[in-house]
């Protein structure tokens, strides 16, 4: 079974990367499908998200990032996945994306499985990891550690 992890990873974080891999054990193929929304002004390019993803993760031989656009639903369809991944951080984002899982199975009959966070990673987020960058704090445990001088040079294009 090959799963399709959608998202921003706008950059990618502890807690996408911790999901990924806890995935790759539970499916033959992980998919992290970097998602262009034209309706959000990324701080990367979905060109430095797939590279950033395979810096962490290049150990994991059955995860590959790649960018998608449109519904996910298509993306899914055209890469042979039959489930989509997303993670739960707390009762926060349960509704919206049950919300969400309701209306992909209704558009396109896909399932979505959700997995929680660890809870060590629970209150991280992109946005977060994005607003310490642009103060120049420390993104030590935030972002893996493959990652964390890539981003903090970045913070000061
Ligand atoms: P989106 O804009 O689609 O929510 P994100 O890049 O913010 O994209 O998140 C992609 C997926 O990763 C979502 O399912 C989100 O709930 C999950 N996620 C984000 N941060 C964490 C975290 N710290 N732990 C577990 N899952 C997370």
Redesign the pocket.
């Known amino acids: 079974m090959i799963c399709l992890f959608?998202?921003?990873?706008?950059p990618p974080?502890m807690?996408?990367i911790?999901?990924a891999r806890r995935a790759a054990k539970l499916f033959d193929r992980v998919i992290v499908a970097v998602?262009i929304n034209p309706e959000k002004r990324p701080l990367f390019t979905a060109e430095e998200r797939i590279d950033l993803i395979g810096r962490c993760l290049w150990d994991c031989p059955n995860v590959e990032a790649r960018a998608g656009r449109g519904l996910t639903l298509d993306m899914a369809r055209e890469a042979g996945a039959g489930v989509l991944l997303?993670?739960?951080?707390g009762e926060g984002?349960a509704g919206f994306?049950a919300q969400l899982a309701a209306a992909n199975r209704h558009v396109g009959g896909v399932e979505t499985l959700a997995m929680f966070?660890s809870p060590e990673?629970?209150y991280?987020?992109?946005t977060i990891v994005r607003d310490v960058m642009r103060h120049g704090g420390s993104l030590k445990g935030l972002v893996p550690p493959e990652i964390e001088d890539i981003l903090a040079k970045k913070a000061f294009e």
Do not use: K, Q
Request: proline share 4%; no cysteine.
């Open positions: 959608p998202g921003s990873f706008d974080t807690g996408h911790d999901l998602m997303r993670g739960l951080r984002d994306e966070t990673y629970g991280i987020s992109s």
